[in-house]
Nanobody, 124 residues
Framework: QVQLVESGGGLVQAGGSLRLSCAAS????????MGWFRQAPGKDREFVAL????????EYADSVKGRFTISRDNAKNTVYLQMNVLKPEDTAVYYC?????????????????WGRGTQVTVSS
């Protein structure tokens, strides 16, 4: 099994930046495709970004393209989400996800393993 622990959330003003981290354990990290999702109050969980095993390719939701960057460090078993130019509408709980199945993770964006989430609040 895979355990995922997110960190780095917090309160930031609009226009500011945050970097989220997700530490993985329990399985060889380099076999995992990693993703970030978010869920705002009263809304469904939505896809934010994903990164393949070697760091490429990456994909982003249209709403975050050009502002967010996903990266990974396989030596540290960690995936990151650098979030710049944050907007109030980015306020949500951000979840890290992992899966080893390319079709599920890269195409269907279906993940078997999930962290507990970290809160990001952007004030206007």
């Amino acid at each position: 099994q895979v355990q995922l622990v997110e960190s780095g959330g917090g309160l930031v003003q609009a226009g500011g930046s945050l970097r989220l981290s997700c530490a993985a354990s329990g399985r060889s990290f380099s076999t995992l495709i990693m993703g970030w999702f978010r869920q705002a109050p009263g809304k469904d969980r939505e896809f934010v970004a994903l990164i393949a095993r070697t760091g490429s390719p990456t994909e982003y939701a249209d709403s975050v393209k050009g502002r967010f960057t996903i990266s990974r460090d396989n030596a540290k078993n960690t995936v990151y989400l650098q979030m710049n130019v944050l907007k109030p509408e980015d306020t949500a709980v951000y979840y890290c996800a992992a899966d080893s199945r390319p079709v599920a993770a890269l195409i269907r964006r279906e993940y078997d393993y999930w962290g507990r989430g970290t809160q990001v609040t952007v004030s206007s």
